[in-house]
């Protein structure tokens, strides 16, 4: 029994098992940090998604009110009866880190897009 453990340990060299944890561990720490390089923090994208769900759930609302199919372009404008917005607030929902919003058409997803800063150095 002692012969076979020593052959299973000559089989991975010691060396090779510390550099397998720093491997996982800067791959780790990479994953990690990322968001925050490219400007996005991780807490706020909960935050962005739940407000391209405000305005998925209010497009169909405006499309209901005004009979509205398919492909019919809808503006911020239409949608602000639709959305409870703060007092001061400039845009159809309240920006979380300076993005913009577009509702896009009727059946076409919302989009966000970063303000440019987030991607300068």
Known sequence: MGTMSRACCQLVRPGFLLALLI???GCYYVLEWLP???GVRRTKMPLVINNLKQIE???PLWAAD????NE?????SDLMEYLLSHPGSTGLVDSVDGEVYRPNAIGTPAETQLEER???R
């Open 118 to 120: 987030h991607w300068q």
């Open 72 to 76: 019919v372009t809808v503006l911020e």
């Open 36 to 38: 925050s390089l490219v």
């Open 57 to 59: 759930i209010a497009k």
């Open 66 to 69: 005004r009979a509205a199919t």
């Open 23 to 25: 491997a996982v561990g």
